[in-house]
């Protein structure tokens, strides 16, 4: 139930965003999306890899630092870094306000979203550690604070409000999930109150480092084909982009519990750190059914579902279809990236995602004049395939026979 009113809710958000305000202001709106999301996966990109392997390979007891304690700290370093890219685009900010009188309206639309990026990559940062611990609904029920914030202002406002009011909505939703996704933290990752205090060893601090590049090679694997669309495209097609790309991600709502309901050992938390060949390719099997399972009839009602945002989006079949097919190769593939998570292979994984990530935005860029969202839901399809299908291959590869 609460996975099918967050799906609700996030289409709710989408719909009530399109029906008040334009096409192009609805693009506008979702590019400072791509400014908050975008950014933050670039800066908590390497935290969140180590705490997913920590989580997932049960570091802890091998380690001495408990789950909690080590997201904590984590967490830290990660507000300081985006806090200070905050500070430094807020003066950026400032002077082209001064200097450049003309983008005003712009930068007041953004500003909000700029101010929002230490929330957005806390709460994300939080929301990949409930992954990781196969505690998704806590990224769903995270969720709820965002897309509740923009249905209320986008009922509520009066039909010449300006987009402003929707960014400074999104911003407010944005610093509610984050504290929801805190709280949830405190419960799914209980630490005593010595573990806080404690301070995360040098050698832990330069693992993080590490995973620096594949970091942000994944972070432009997964964005960069958005900021090209946001950057080269009008706004028209970033909104259709967004509206198509919104309701697809319901499919990564309700996976994990079909997941749990129909084949326990994919996900159960007490599953063996590292799986045999056998059962590594049982969770393969069961993954692809039911992504399967729910995916096509999502890609059957695609014509009706798209009509209910009305025009100039009912057309979007293609771009929706793209990306339901990322939702499918994403969820086929999880099992075999937690796998890779474990046995990490630093090198083959950089060479990987930092190919991957060169190819998506060579491919977006070359195609977006000509196909606009079309081309970046490609790219992103591509980029999922080529990490999904090297993480099938990498834990084949690490599997005990």
């Avoid at 086929?332 to 995602?353: E, M, N």
């Amino acid at each position: 139930m609460l996975r099918a009113l967050g799906a609700a809710l996030q289409i709710a958000a989408t719909w009530a965003v399109v029906r008040a305000l334009t096409p192009d202001e609805a693009g506008i709106f979702f590019r400072g999306f791509v400014i908050a999301l975008g950014l933050s996966t670039l800066l908590r990109g390497k935290y969140e890899i180590y705490m997913a392997q920590h989580i997932i390979a049960r570091r802890s007891f091998a380690s001495g630092v408990s789950d909690g304690a080590l997201l904590l700290q984590l967490a830290r370093r990660m507000l300081l870094r985006s806090s200070l890219l905050c500070g430094v685009l807020l003066v950026v900010t400032a002077d082209l306000d001064i200097q450049a009188p003309q983008l005003q309206e712009v930068l007041q639309t953004y500003f909000p979203f700029v101010l929002a990026l230490p929330l957005v990559s806390l709460s994300s940062l939080l929301g990949e550690a409930f992954r990781a611990a196969n505690r998704t609904l806590g990224i769903v029920v995270t969720a709820y604070a965002v897309n509740l914030s923009v249905l209320l202002v986008a009922l509520l406002a009066p039909p010449d409000a300006s987009l402003v009011v929707f960014s400074w909505a999104f911003f407010l939703g944005s610093f509610a999930a984050a504290a929801v996704a805190t709280a949830l933290a405190w419960y799914a990752f209980p630490t005593s109150p010595s573990e806080r205090l404690q301070p995360i060893s040098r050698e832990i601090l330069r693992e993080v480092d590490a995973r620096e590049f594949i970091g942000l090679a994944r972070g432009i694997l997964l964005w960069g084909p958005l900021c090209v669309l946001a950057i080269w495209a009008p706004p028209l097609q970033m909104a259709r982009y967004a509206v198509a790309a919104r309701t697809a991600l319901i499919v990564d709502f309700f996976l994990p519990a079909l997941n749990l309901t129909g084949c326990r050992e994919t996900l159960r938390a007490s599953a063996p750190a590292q799986a045999s060949r056998r059962a590594l390719m049982t969770q393969l099997a069961a993954s692809l059914t039911y992504s399967s399972v729910l995916v096509i009839p999502l890609l059957l009602l695609a014509p009706d579902t798209l009509r209910v945002f009305g025009e100039p989006y009912t057309d979007q079949v293609a771009v929706y279809a793209l990306l339901l097919a990322v939702q499918w190769a994403n969820g086929v593939g999880r099992p075999a990236v937690r796998q890779a998570v474990i046995a990490w292979d630093a090198r083959r994984i950089g060479i990987a995602l930092g190919s991957g990530a060169v190819a998506v935005v060579l491919l977006c860029a070359l195609g977006v004049a000509a196909y606009g969202a079309v081309a970046a839901a490609m790219a992103s399809l591509i980029g999922a395939l080529i990490v999904n299908g090297r993480a099938i291959q990498l834990a084949v590869k690490h599997s005990v026979k």
